[in-house]
Nanobody
Framework: QVQLVESGGGSVQPGGSLKISCVGSGYSLRFSAIGWFRQAPGQEREAVSCIGSSDRDIHYTHIANGRFTISRDNANNAVYLQMNNLKPEDTAVYYC??????????????????????WGQGTQVTVSS
């Protein structure tokens, strides 16, 4: 059974950092495009950052804005999102999604309406003082 499992969420104060993970179970992330998305209560899901199967292809949306970094760890079948200088408006459930093969440009794929093959269940990130 294919699963994407997010972890690493939690509660932090404004200005703090978190590194969240997306790990594939029964599925190799190595040759897939992976996207990070988030959804706050009452709001639509929005894209944060995506990485193509070629790690040269990375897209950050305005949300990342130099604060977030996406990276891939093939040894652990994982993709990470390092989030720094977190703000209360970053509070949301963060989801990862996977797509194989990635035939479109990563920028075109990095939207929540793209038909990603798999989605994880999400990890909660709360930024509050």
């Amino acid at each position: 059974q294919v699963q994407l499992v997010e972890s690493g969420g939690g509660s932090v104060q404004p200005g703090g950092s978190l590194k969240i993970s997306c790990v594939g179970s029964g599925y190799s992330l190595r040759f897939s495009a992976i996207g990070w998305f988030r959804q706050a209560p009452g709001q639509e899901r929005e894209a944060v950052s995506c990485i193509g199967s070629s790690d040269r292809d990375i897209h950050y949306t305005h949300i990342a804005n130099g604060r977030f970094t996406i990276s891939r760890d093939n040894a652990n079948n994982a993709v990470y999102l390092q989030m720094n200088n977190l703000k209360p408006e970053d509070t949301a459930v963060y989801y990862c999604a996977a797509e194989y093969p990635d035939l479109r440009s990563i920028k075109d794929m990095c939207v929540p309406t793209f038909d990603w093959n798999y989605w994880g269940q999400g990890t909660q990130v709360t930024v509050s003082s």
